[in-house]
């Protein structure tokens, strides 16, 4: 691993001082989609052009391939029996992936495809909620070329014990990254329909809503990124919100307010917290996965701690 000192600004209290950014691997063509495996100490995460799956050891500091050919998976998080839940650019669907066994989850929505689902997320209630761009059916390094058969971007919400899948958020242009705030009363959610428009145009911020009773209302824009795109973000226990960017790390207040942010040499696509105590922020940028020492952990590894195991219910 090689260690990069870093100047930060306005993160006094998130990040320890003297904290340095770490390369932990590279290698990878666009590394996206991280997540914190408990078990193994270790962190998952894609290599969408490289169609396949990689894993960082924590206890062994080696890079694995986790799978090949894959079907260019991007977003995955944990649900609350420890499985993996991961999004399929390639064949358009939610799956599951326990311990090696793939299973699908949500592949279509009104008797058509969806197009292809990007990150996901669980809430408290168990109930899966994913965002579906159109990028694996328009970039072609990233899936299949293909139609929106609904003909639309939504934010779906979908119930595994009635089986019902319904838009949750229909108002943002190419929805991305997902979190909600530490009392599940917030979705957060990243429009990154400006990577569709390299001319110019598009939208490069992040929304928020209100939530109740598995429905959102009330959008409001939260905050904008000024330099790249927020493609991926997670929330700590603060309700600070930890984002990508072109630059690096930005962490914006629960207020929306930028406090501060982390360098890193790479272009970010997405983060996640982890490491033995929670705290680490491992960073998913360009060809290479970084962490950095923090002092807070998410929301997500927060209620993983509280909810009781859902293993053998589905």
Known sequence: MVARV????????????????????????????PVWLPETQSVRFSDIPGDRILDYSETTQNLTVYASNVEFTNGRTLDHDGSVIQCSHGLRRIERDDHGIITPIIDSYNGVRLNSPNDVIVAADG???????????????????????????????????????????????EPNGL???????LLYVSD?????HPE???????????????????GRTFAV????LSDGFRV?????????????????SAAGIKLGDIPVPEKVSNVCFGGPAGTDLYITASTSLYKIRT?????AIAARSAAPSRRGSR
């Open 236 to 252: 700590d226990l603060a309700g600070n919100v930890w984002t990508s960017s072109a630059t690096g790390v930005l962490v914006f």
């Open 295 to 299: 002092l807070t952990q998410d929301t």
């Open 6 to 33: 870093l100047e930060i600004s306005g993160l006094s209290g998130l990040v320890p001082i003297g904290a340095d950014l770490v390369l932990c691997a590279t290698g990878s063509t666009w590394a996206e989609g």
């Open 192 to 196: 990154t329909s400006a990577a569709s």
């Open 127 to 173: 109930s899966i909620w994913f965002s579906d761009p159109p990028y694996g059916i328009t970039v072609p390094i990233e899936g299949h070329p293909g139609e929106r058969e609904y003909g639309d971007h939504f934010v779906f919400r979908h119930d595994p014990l009635s089986g019902e899948t319904r838009p949750a958020v229909i108002d943002v242009e």
């Open 200 to 218: 110019g145009g598009g939208n490069h911020h992040i929304r928020v809503y209100d939530v109740a009773n598995g429905r959102c209302k009330n």
């Open 225 to 228: 990124i000024d330099d790249g």
């Open 179 to 185: 979190a909600f705030s530490p009392d599940g009363s």
